[in-house]
């Protein structure tokens, strides 16, 4: 006699090996498919066809998503499974593509766009004159395809940069800023915008025109012409073809290439519609290693820069090029999101980075920007005649006597634009206002941590009016422990930022990751690298392309070479504003937290350019010892001193005993020479 209960568990039984022969099904039916794939691809590989057709991916998707409401299941849950198979079957005809291809020289380049857009015409005549005919991925943005040759799905990608008609394409220009890939050739593509229609159109019957915005600017003045006609845009001017096709109405035209007529079978209504009857799209080639151009062969090269905000700054830089008799091709300006103080230029000129003479150029940049991002040397058929070859003059260094007066005991040991062989002057570093190198000592003062609004704030005005210049404060703290206080994070730095606009002050704070480096860099004005973190290569080299001025504070076990090398690391990554900071280092001396090596401030000054900090707060870990050790910096010629303070140091989170009080920060000031601010908010 079978029970009740046996009955329920022989149906559960039941119901599991059911979802297991179906999962058993599921698993056969993906294998078959996978199979079906490779069919393709050998299909693909055969007639020379893309391995990626997004828009068919597009539509086969909405179709299952279709098809699975009809059998009730989630759309969303259909979006996803069928995301996962395409990109599967994707990498498998991929994998067999690579494998098959052994075509020496053929090359995968990502566009944004379709058959038949700007991009895709653009790389058939970049590649044509090479005898190379390449396999596209075809991404719907920038960003995407960019992504495609970081990912290593792309050798290459190919992207408009600047357009004779409507100006530089910016947002590439932001895209390639931000990526690591490296210029590795140009085209200059004739763009030829025409008017396409279906069968029966009349470009007087048009009610609406899809178009891509770059089009619509290119040809303003033929569409003002045009009454009663609404626009719609499309990323991608072959796209907007290929969709009129699908639409299928006379009313409805499109913006975009004869070649995407041909490809999507469109008739063209009119040709030659843009303003400029010359009308010229700059393209470059990107990728993830560098072009190597062999001597001769006529090239250009692309840098990022910025100037920094003096009068005659841009001067300067590009009389660099005069001097050196480079021709400039290319001047372009951006701001710096998030830093409108700052500009960016990107510069093209004729050269090629492995030649000595742009080689010193760059030298004599590093010396005077804050900012140099090489982006690549590359053979270019789009440079100005020369018309004729002179010789070409050398740049010497500048400030070669100066430099026999203050001479490097030793040859710099793996760093050099650090160093002093490199660049003799000292720099100076601008940030708001505030001078950092420029001869007069300034006071960097604040909580350890950032606790509270209160706290902050009252930290913020003590350091304005005892004549302060900037406000420190950690958000992000590297604790010994993992238990103890880890900081406010981002909302900590909200406070720190406000409270320095509240006093007038630039804030500066550590940060400890690469990936917050960005993060942190759109509100601080400096960026603290700790101790704890001098030798993070990842987190220096993300320094290295920021846009704020760095302070990187010497490891507690490090040499004063080590700390040179690291600050290599930063300068070498384009960001020349850089300042050092001694902080104590580990001895066998315990009676001091560290021991604070003022010897180090004499022996950077002989071997850098770069501002001397000294952090008497760390080095003591005793509040006591903080205003003999801070004279003691000011009299061996520290460019700044940066101490720990806090309303109520009894209270502190985090270093309470070697934090300052407020009034004793006061009387340390006066002794230091420092005149009090007037005081309030300002
Ligand atoms: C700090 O300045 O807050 C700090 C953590 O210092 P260091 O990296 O020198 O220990
Ligand atoms: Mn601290």
């Known amino acids: 006699m079978s029970t009740h209960k046996e009955e329920h568990e022989d149906d559960v039984a039941q119901i599991r090996d059911d979802i297991d022969r179906v999962d058993a099904e599921i698993l056969k039916l993906l294998a078959e498919r996978k199979a079906f794939s490779i069919r393709m691809a050998r299909e693909k590989g055969i007639h ?89 991925v075809r991404s719907a943005t920038f960003a995407d395809a960019l992504r495609a040759v970081q990912e290593g799905v792309a050798d290459v990608a190919m992207l408009p940069v600047e357009n004779t008609t409507s100006g530089a394409i910016s947002e590439v220009y932001d895209l390639l800023l ?38 619509v600017t290119q040809c303003s003045e033929f569409l003002a012409g045009l009454d009663h006609v609404e626009l719609v845009y499309f990323s991608d001017t072959a796209l907007s073809g290929k969709r009129i096709g699908e639409v ?24 030659g519609i843009a303003n400029q009857e010359e009308n010229y799209t700059r393209f470059v080639v990107v990728s993830a290693t560098p072009a190597e151009v062999p001597d001769g062969v006529p090239s250009k090269t692309s840098i990022v820069m910025a100037v920094g905000n003096h009068p005659g700054a841009l001067m300067d830089a590009l009389a660099v090029f005069r001097e050196a008799d480079i021709n400039l091709v290319m001047l372009e300006s951006r ?96 940030v708001a206002g505030v001078e950092v190198g420029a001869g007069e000592m300034i006071m960097i003062a604040g909580p350890c941590a950032v606790e509270s609004w209160d706290q902050v704030m009252a930290t913020a005005k003590a350091v304005k009016e005892a004549g302060g210049s900037i406000l420190r404060g950690g958000c992000f703290k590297p604790r010994s422990s993992p238990y103890s206080f880890q900081g406010l994070g981002y909302e900590g730095l909200e406070m720190l930022v406000e409270a320095g606009r509240a006093y007038g002050l630039p804030v500066v704070t550590e940060v400890l990751s690469p990936d917050d480096v960005e993060g942190v860099a759109k509100k601080a004005d400096i960026l603290q690298i700790g101790a704890r973190n001098m030798q993070n290569f990842s987190l220096l080299s993300a320094a290295g392309r920021a846009h704020r001025p760095v302070l990187l504070k010497r490891g507690m076990s490090s040499s004063i070479e080590e700390l040179l090398q690291a600050a290599e690391y930063i300068l070498a990554g384009g960001n020349q504003q850089l300042m050092l900071c001694e902080r104590g280092i580990r001895t066998f ?15 950077l000054r002989r071997h850098t350019h770069l501002p001397i900090i000294v952090d008497p707060s760390h080095a003591a870990g005793d509040r006591d010892l903080v205003a003999p050790l801070a004279l003691a910096a000011q009299a061996i010629g520290a460019d700044g001193i940066m101490v720990e303070i806090h309303p109520n140091p009894e209270e502190a989170l985090s270093d309470g005993p070697q934090s300052l009080r407020l009034d004793q920060f006061g009387t340390l000031m006066g002794a230091l020479g420092f005149a009090p601010a007037a005081g309030g908010a300002g």
Not at 184 to 208: K, Q
Not at 251 to 259: L, N, Y
Not at 336 to 349: A, K, S, V
Request: proline share 6%; charged share 25%; with cysteine.
């Open 48 to 136: 020379d066809r893309p391995s990626r057709d997004m828009s068919r991916e597009e539509d086969l998707i909405s179709d299952r998503i279709n098809s699975g409401m009809s059998h009730d299941l989630d759309s969303g849950l259909v979006n996803r499974v069928w995301r996962e198979i395409i990109n599967d079957s994707v990498r498998v005809q991929q994998e067999f593509l690579g494998r098959s291809d052994s075509l020496p020289g053929s090359v995968t380049v990502a566009i944004q766009g379709i058959d038949g857009s700007y991009s895709h015409l653009a790389s058939q005549q970049f590649f044509d004159s090479k005898g190379i005919t390449p396999s596209y």
């Open 178 to 215: 931000d990526s690591q890939l490296k210029f590795v050739g140009d085209v200059r593509f004739r763009v030829r915008h025409c008017l396409l229609g279906v069968a029966g159109a009349s470009v007087n019957g048009l009610r609406r025109i899809y178009c891509h915005p770059q089009a």
């Open 248 to 271: 299928n109405d006379p009313t409805v035209a499109a913006i975009a290439s004869e070649e995407a007529a041909r490809l999507y079978g469109l008739d063209v209504l009119k040709t």
């Open 335 to 430: 701001p710096i999101p998030n830093n409108p103080r700052e500009e960016l230029f990107y510069l093209d000129f004729d050269g090629n980075i492995s030649d000595p003479v742009v080689q010193s150029v760059f030298d004599s940049l590093t010396k005077q920007l804050r900012f140099l991002r090489i982006m690549g040397s590359y053979p270019s058929r789009d440079l100005r005649p020369r018309p004729v070859e002179r010789e070409v003059a050398r740049v010497e260094p500048k400030g070669l006597s100066a430099l026999a007066a203050v001479a490097p005991a030793a040859t710099p040991k793996g760093y050099k634009l650090g160093s002093r062989v490199h660049k003799a002057q000292n720099t100076v570093i601008e």
């Open 589 to 603: 001396e315990t009676s001091t937290r560290n021991t604070l090596d003022l010897s180090a401030v004499p022996v």
